[in-house]
């Protein structure tokens, strides 16, 4: 990159993490900046501001008192922790079925699966979500009142001082940590400690109660935790070991994990682009995540299918009509759809890795047989699934 536009960029990025903390004036233009950019009408509550402040800087702490409060912490992750089990299990299976795999390959990520680990949310027992732990790591977070800007030049400095620090610990638990600290809300894969990572802020209604039928647990976060797991072992995170360090470039996963999932990725992009679903230019970019999207619905769904052999076939109160498959869908599809200004779709379609919410939809449940079976879709529609495309696994 040449001297000029790094210095741009550099400056580019200090204007934008700065300005937003500044006074009226400077907000003002950055609320004009963001409606041409994001389509956004109105800037953020100045509470809600606040608190994304407060998570950008004390996102642990407030992770561990929002984990204190939680009713039914306990079995919440009871909850979660069979439906982790089940669908590992699955996984497994399907690993050992994959016939095409390489059997160096499908050793190397059987092992990972083996020893993959769950956290859902932080530790209880010990110190760690103690006051006096909460105490001893912000004791350096300095707060001055009426000083908002310094505040956050002080909060800077002072995750800065975290992570040097964290270079000197050994302890799993800082691999991992901002992952269980995270509002983004969502289920992270952690290479570098090979852990699916729920934060104990997402098991929150609507989304996630230990009530909700199978089939609504195994639509959402189900299909989450699966998708998790197919990104750790898919390109490009299956080039991690099970200890979290990279494979030695000699590893046979290096080039056999591509081959073995080229032909998936080449059908699927050749299937989207024949029905118009996205550009050439975003499907090398987005076909990896919506194959593993793909992958954690089907894996999602047959471990479902698993569960309710051994349960009595019941129908929901007003839902007569829907079986338990029916609901699944449904409950997927609402965890994918989400509502955007033109201004956001348009820069998440260049940007993102991801297809569109309403592509990302049609491309899965086009690829699914069994949902083209539940909802009779008839030959001609887009969802009539005849010949689906391999899955990943």
């Given amino acids: 990159t040449d001297r000029v536009s790094l210095n741009n960029y550099m400056m580019w990025r200090l204007t934008d993490s700065f300005v937003p903390y500044l006074s009226k004036n400077f907000r003002d233009t950055v ?23 407060m998570q950008k800087f004390m996102g642990f702490g407030l992770a561990v008192l929002l984990q204190n409060h939680a009713e039914d912490f306990g079995r919440n992750v009871k909850v979660v922790d069979e439906i982790f089990s089940e669908i590992m299990r ?15 390959l499908q050793e190397h990520i059987i092992g990972k699966l083996m020893s993959m680990g769950l956290e859902v949310g932080f530790p209880t027992g010990g110190t760690l979500l103690s006051d006096k732990n ?19 030049q002080y909060g800077i400095n002072f995750i800065q001082k975290e992570q040097q620090l964290r270079l000197k610990k050994f302890d799993e638990f800082y691999r991992w940590m901002d992952a269980a600290s995270d509002f983004d809300l969502r289920v992270h894969y952690v290479a570098a400690a090979n852990k699916i990572v729920i934060p104990q802020a997402l098991l929150q209604e609507p989304y996630f109660h230990p009530d909700y039928p199978l089939a609504v647990l195994y639509g959402d976060l189900g299909v989450e935790i699966a998708t998790a797991i197919v990104k750790a072992i898919t390109p490009w995170d299956v080039l991690y070991a099970d200890d979290g360090t990279l494979v030695d470039s000699q590893h046979p996963a290096i080039n056999q994990s591509k081959l073995a999932f080229l032909h998936p990725v080449s059908c699927l992009r050749h299937w989207w682009g024949k029905e118009g679903f996205a550009s050439s230019l975003a499907s090398d970019m987005t076909t990896y995540t919506t194959l593993t999207k793909l992958s954690g619905v089907n894996i999602a769904l047959r471990t479902l299918q698993n569960q309710l052999k051994y349960l009595p076939h019941t129908h929901q ?20 759809c989400s509502i955007k200004s033109p201004q956001r779709r348009d820069l998440d379609s260049t940007l993102d890795i991801s297809l569109s919410d309403k592509s990302l ?10 949902f083209s079976k539940l909802f009779s879709c008839s030959k001609g529609n887009m969802f009539f699934t005849a010949i689906p495309c391999e899955d990943v696994l």
Avoid at 134 to 152: A, G, K, S
Avoid at 361 to 370: C, G
């Fill in 317 to 336: 109160p007003a839902l007569e009509n829907f079986e338990d498959g029916h609901l699944f869908f449904i409950t997927f599809a609402q965890s994918v």
């Fill in 361 to 370: 939809l049609s491309v899965v449940l086009s690829q699914v047989k069994e």
């Fill in 90 to 104: 699955e996984a497994k299976h399907s690993v050992e079925r994959a016939g095409w795999l390489p059997q160096q």
């Fill in 31 to 53: 609320a004009v900046y963001r409606k041409d950019l994001l389509g956004e009408q109105q800037p953020l509550p100045r509470w809600e501001m606040c608190i994304e402040t």
């Fill in 134 to 152: 909460l105490e001893d790591t912000y004791r350096q977070m300095f707060v001055m009142n009426r000083e908002f800007f310094h505040n956050i």
